[in-house]
């Protein structure tokens, strides 16, 4: 696992629908571009591209991330200390989350939690936010399954 301070945060274009890709790059602290180039993305009706949670889930794979059950919090606001479904607190432990868009309706916007912040690729959004800002749809721990080592954010 990246210590939480390498973690960069990397941002969408506006009007974009690239967060799933964003999240994928800064889970591997690598470039947008590197992520987008690993994963295949699905078009939407106006022309657009986006990927799916599967395209994450394999490229998180592929790169020795394995992703934990996903699940809703538990109600009321979700801090650090919130228990997992089993009792493990969010507190470093970095995961996937996903909150209901701000800019697209009946969708879901994708976040990364890097175990102490929350990295939102919303550009509308700082770098870094806490997690009582958000109201958290599902949560996905991840586990890093071998030691790789700390690499800049590239493209």
Partial sequence: MLPPSTYKTIKQARGSRLCVACVAAMAVGKGLRYAMNRMTPTR?????HYYKVRELLK????????????FGPPPGPVTKTTPLGCDVPLKARPAVLSIPSAHF??????????GDV????????????SLVRYRIVEIMPL???????????TT
């Fill in 143 to 153: 586990t890093y399954l071998d030691e790789r080592p700390t690499r800049k954010a």
């Fill in 105 to 114: 309706p009946n969708t879901e916007h994708m976040l990364f939690w890097d």
């Fill in 118 to 129: 929350v990295r939102d690729p919303d550009p509308d959004m700082p770098d870094t936010v």
């Fill in 59 to 70: 490229f998180l794979g592929q790169h020795g991330i394995c992703p934990g059950l996903i």
């Fill in 44 to 48: 939407w009706p106006d022309g657009r």
